[in-house]
């Protein structure tokens, strides 16, 4: 099993910056890749970025290439989602994910982020 821990998310003007973190614990030495989601009410949760360990390969949506960047810190348990240039549209819950072998997903609780106009 992995634990993860959430930090990071709240309120921002619209072209603000936030900085999420996520903490894995527990079987993390296990972990091929982490990320993140977002969620709106009434959607899907939707894939913003990820970060495969080995490799450090990253992937992002088009919507925020270029504004969004996830890094992992010098402990390769946690990932970082940098969200600078926000907009209204990026506003949700963002979860934090890991992969490990044989399909098994971890799932953080979530942190809300919320961009006003």
């Known amino acids: 099993q992995v634990q993860l821990v959430e930090s990071g998310g709240g309120s921002v003007e619209a072209g603000g910056s936030l900085r999420l973190s996520c903490t894995a614990s527990?079987?993390?030495?296990?972990?091929?890749?982490m990320g993140w989601y977002r969620q709106v009410p009434g959607k899907q949760r939707d894939l913003v970025a990820s970060?495969?360990?080995?490799?450090?390969?990253?992937n992002y949506a088009d919507s925020v290439k270029g504004r969004f960047t996830i890094s992992r810190g010098n402990a390769k348990n946690t990932v970082y989602l940098h969200m600078a240039s926000l907009k209204p549209d990026d506003t949700g819950v963002y979860y934090c994910?890991?992969?490990?072998?044989?399909?098994?997903?971890?799932w953080g609780d979530g942190t809300r982020v919320t961009v006003s106009s």
């Open positions: 970060i495969i360990t080995k490799e450090n390969v990253t």
């Open positions: 527990g079987s993390a030495f296990a972990i091929l890749a």
């Open positions: 994910f890991t992969d490990r072998q044989y399909g098994r997903r971890s």
